[in-house]
Nanobody, 123 residues
């Protein structure tokens, strides 16, 4: 069964740090773009950061300079290092990835979401 499994969320004080991980498991031929999104209560899900297979990154303005996205292609894993956390960073963080899977003899790309991990920043 192909899935994305996140870990690393929790409760932290403002100014603190957390590191999120997301590992893709199952029969995967490869992974294209990976990213992190977040959804705060009463708000729409928003992009936090993305990274291509080659390592090019993109960040939301609100996290630039504080968050760093990285990936380990040998482990099918993407990370989000979050520093100088603020109460407004409180949200459920979701991993997203474009997975290349073999189906009916062909390799096709499918978009997957993780189950989400809660990040709470206290003031």
């Amino acid at each position: 069964q192909v899935q994305l499994v996140e870990s690393g969320g929790g409760l932290v004080q403002a100014g603190g740090s957390l590191r999120l991980s997301c590992a893709a498991s199952g029969s995967i031929e490869g992974i294209n773009d990976m990213g992190w999104y977040r959804q705060a209560p009463g708000k729409q899900r928003e992009l936090v950061a993305t990274i291509t297979r080659g390592g090019s990154t993109n960040y939301a303005d609100s996290v630039k300079g504080r968050f760093t996205i990285s990936r380990d292609n040998t482990k099918n894993t993407v990370y989000l290092e979050m520093n100088i956390l603020r109460p407004e960073d409180t949200a459920v963080y979701y991993c997203n990835a474009d997975l290349r899977l073999r189906a009916a003899g062909r390799i096709r790309t499918y978009n997957y979401w993780g189950q989400g991990t809660q990040v709470t920043v206290s003031s």
